[in-house]
């Protein structure tokens, strides 16, 4: 049986849905997605080759800011599309800045390590969740795209379920 229903996007979801989905109807692109994974998220991030590159100045303001006051250390933000072979990061405009095949993926885990270091980059207690691929690593933070002051979704997560869900299933096209 199938039903209609009906919803409303923010319109930062809909330039995302309308730069993915080509010549395929809004409508129809929505529909698979969801059903592929329906995952997009707001994230910060960081790739193990750029903390070189992170003064000490950002490390110390990161450290003594970061969550549940301000935002972990990161040097970009935007957002995450899950599809179902791939993860897509996009910066605050919309824009695709890179994207990452899953069986590139090497470990997906959460925690500190030799890079980003517990008390160095973060005093919080949210670990980053770190995509780990052949080279280099990306740590990220990520929530859900909520309604401001409906679920008061502020806080980065280091964890993603939906995430995990995803690297662990079987790819899918």
């Known amino acids: 049986m199938t039903q209609k229903i009906s919803i409303s996007l923010d319109e930062n979801i809909v330039k995302l849905i309308d730069m993915e989905r080509g010549d395929i109807p809004r409508s129809r692109y929505i529909e698979n997605v969801i059903k592929s994974t329906g995952l997009m998220l707001e994230a910060l991030w960081l ?34 599309s899950i599809t179902g072979s791939s993860m897509h990061f996009y910066n605050g405009n919309m824009e695709l800045l ?34 780990t691929l052949q080279g280099k690593s990306i740590y990220m933070f990520t929530k859900t795209l909520e309604r401001k002051g409906i679920n008061r979704g502020s806080i980065f997560r280091g964890e993603n379920e939906a995430i995990s869900a995803w690297f662990k299933n079987p790819l899918q096209e």
């Open 47 to 80: 790739f193990s080759d750029e903390f070189d590159s992170v003064s000490g100045w950002e490390r110390w303001v990161s450290a003594h800011t970061s969550q549940p006051l301000g935002k972990p250390l990161h040097k970009h933000d935007g957002f995450i």
């Open 98 to 131: 890179y994207t990452v095949k899953k069986d590139s993926i090497l470990d997906l885990s959460v925690g500190y390590d030799e890079f980003f270091k517990r008390f160095r980059d973060s005093r919080g207690f949210i670990p980053p969740m770190k995509v």
